[in-house]
């Protein structure tokens, strides 16, 4: 099948910056969209920003002019720089991959294990 793997979470200060990165694996034909969603405790999982396999992007209101989400499509690879954190920032933060294995296959959302973030005031 296909597994997602993040890495690049961890505690930085208020202001600083983090860049995470989630590489797929296993049975992949292509990917169409690729995103990252964060869960604070308490909180529903909201979105944090997509990318199309065409680098088109969409961000949340909260997270636009701080965060960039990029990918690599050879290594199928999704990024999310992380800039100006905030305390209100902190969550895990999950991957996910609308991936097809075979090309005759249908699409099929794909989520990695989630990542700590934690932005001190």
């Known amino acids: 099948q296909v597994q997602l793997v993040e890495s690049g979470g961890g505690l930085v200060q208020a202001g600083g910056s983090l860049r995470l990165s989630c590489a797929a694996s296993g049975r992949i034909f292509d990917i169409n969209a690729m995103g990252w969603y964060r869960q604070a405790p308490g909180e529903q999982r909201e979105l944090v920003a997509n990318?199309?396999?065409?680098?088109?992007?969409n961000y949340a209101d909260s997270v636009k002019g701080r965060f960039t989400i990029a990918r690599d499509n050879a290594k199928n690879t999704v990024y999310l720089q992380m800039n100006s954190l905030k305390p209100e920032d902190t969550a895990v933060y999950s991957c996910?991959?609308?991936?097809?294995?075979?090309?005759?296959?249908?699409?099929?959302?794909?989520w990695g294990q989630g990542t700590q973030v934690t932005v001190s005031s």
């Open positions: 990318i199309q396999s065409t680098g088109s992007t």
């Open positions: 996910n991959a609308d991936v097809r294995s075979r090309w005759y296959d249908s699409y099929v959302y794909y």
